[in-house]
């Protein structure tokens, strides 16, 4: 399986935000849905048809921030006619607007300008982002003390993605300018994919050690609000073994993995904010190597995952 960029939106960005989308999915991440195993009555041609359909609004120029939110949203929706990207979107616009034009020399470049795309969001791209959310209807969303999204927002959206930041980490992103994918997501991405082994099991390796170092972090923001913030933090705690087993270099089995991965949809619980932040720090990757975007993805790697330092 193979991603190309399409040249005729927007270059790199949408060709690294449709890499990133199919990883989400090549790679069977605990809990996730994957080419192999789906869950939560959702299959991977949903989230594959869903980037699909919403990378031209995502890279589009001559949108502002919160209309490509919006705009991809709805196309989202209407092929999917269900919430399968939300945070993706959130959390991969203000990346696109800030990798267009000439490409970021480095991670620090593309991390400035990420800062200076969220330092001037305005009202109106909250007004947008707000109306998005209303479309996706998210599972789980409640009512908010401040800024709440059933009512029409009067601060501009990093303000309210602030208001909001200690509860949901997309939010947080937004306040504390993407720090967790430059300095958590990143980085893990790169050193796995910089480790030895054929190209496939180290791509495989590198999106789940980063999808599970996120998990590890924080408690997932999509099952704390379908089931409550202590069975967010028992899963955490159960990713954080894996962690530890990741970086010090011990052998994980894909059986082991995939075990994991069905006693979580068993129990209805989809670490999807995790997931979402694991595809922004693949499209970060993507923005800043354009030659990761037309490398070949195999879903279906070698049984054992090994890290070796």
Not at 4 to 22: E, H, I, Q, R, Y
Not at 195 to 224: K, M, N, Q, Y
């Amino acid at each position: 399986m193979r991603t190309a960029p399409d040249n005729s939106v927007a270059g790199n960005a949408a060709a690294a935000f449709l890499w990133a989308c199919t990883l989400d999915v090549a790679v069977a991440k605990p809990g996730n849905v994957s080419m192999d195993a789906p869950g939560h009555g959702m299959t991977a041609r949903l989230f594959l048809d869903s980037a699909a359909a919403a990378v031209a609004p995502l890279t589009d120029a001559a949108l502002t921030v919160g209309a490509r939110i919006e705009e991809a949203v709805a196309q989202t929706q209407a092929v999917a006619r269900c919430n399968t990207n939300l945070g993706i979107l959130l959390l991969c616009a203000p990346l696109a607007a800030a990798a267009q034009g000439e490409p970021p020399r480095d991670a620090e470049t593309l991390r400035k300008r990420t800062k200076a795309v969220l330092a001037g969001l305005t009202v109106a791209d909250a007004e947008a982002a707000y109306r998005a959310i209303a479309h996706a209807m998210p599972a789980g969303l409640g009512a908010a003390p401040e800024q709440d999204v059933a009512a029409r927002p009067t601060v501009n959206l990093r303000a309210a993605m602030h208001l909001a930041a200690m509860r949901d980490t997309v939010a947080r992103q937004y306040a504390n300018g993407y720090a967790d994918l430059f300095t958590l997501g990143l980085p893990v991405l790169r050193r796995h994919l910089a480790g030895h082994g054929p190209w496939p099991e180290r791509l495989h390796r590198a999106v789940t050690a980063v999808h599970i170092a996120f998990l590890a972090r924080f408690p997932d923001s999509h099952i704390a609000r379908k089931h409550g913030l202590p069975a967010a933090r028992r899963v955490s705690a159960r990713a954080r073994l894996f962690h530890w087993r990741f970086e010090a270099g011990q052998s994980i089995g894909s059986e082991e993995l995939a075990h994991w991965d069905r006693e979580l949809k068993a129990g209805g619980l989809n670490p999807g904010t995790s997931a979402d932040l694991t595809v922004a720090s693949a499209m970060i990757a993507g923005c800043l190597d354009s030659a990761l975007c037309v490398m070949p993805i195999d879903p279906r790697p070698a049984a054992g995952i090994v890290h070796t330092r």
